[in-house]
């Protein structure tokens, strides 16, 4: 059976350099968030230099990408889907057979809004831009957000078809 060590997120990853003795561990924490990866893979390694120390933790993404693969996974999931936490995830499947227009833009991004603002406390929502484009019968969404404790911007790009595909 498979062990799956999951200290990664709760100890500060090790950090080695030229100057670390073979079996010295260095320590660094200079993260302010950390979250499993999405795709739960085994870390290969920790660490930077000439002498890698080899890990059997499950990868973890650290800050910006942290945050960048929670809203990913928030537009991913539908609603129900989390069985243990059924209010997660986004709810785009209802506006399926609803005309691709602007009046279905603005709910759609109020309701991204409240989506962002109840699942996701790490961002502040600057700006929700929605074109609709009938003749293609999808959104192109554009959310701008800053993130709270990190001083930086960033831009998250969907497109959701008609038939309730979502591209991000």
């Known amino acids: 059976m498979a062990k799956i060590d999951l200290n990664n997120l709760a100890r500060p990853k090790q950090i080695n350099s030229i100057d670390t003795k073979i079996n010295e561990e260095v320590i660094d924490k200079s993260y302010i968030y950390r979250d499993l990866h999405l795709d739960l893979q085994q870390s290969k390694s920790i660490g930077l230099g000439f002498k890698p120390v080899i890990s059997t933790d499950i990868l973890a993404d650290d800050d910006i990408l942290a945050i960048k693969n929670s809203l990913r996974n928030i537009f991913t999931t539908k609603k129900g889907e989390k069985l243990l936490n059924p209010n997660f995830g986004s709810s785009f499947e209802q506006y399926l057979f609803e005309p691709v227009n602007e009046t279905i833009a603005n709910i759609m991004g109020r309701d ?57």
């Open 112 to 168: 991204i809004l409240e989506t962002i603002q109840n699942l996701e406390d790490r961002v502040i929502i600057d700006n929700i831009n929605i074109d609709a484009y009938p003749d293609e019968n999808l959104y192109k969404i554009q959310i701008i957000y800053s993130f709270i404790d990190i001083k930086k911007q960033n831009l998250l790009n969907i497109i959701a078809l008609k038939g309730g595909e979502i591209l991000i």
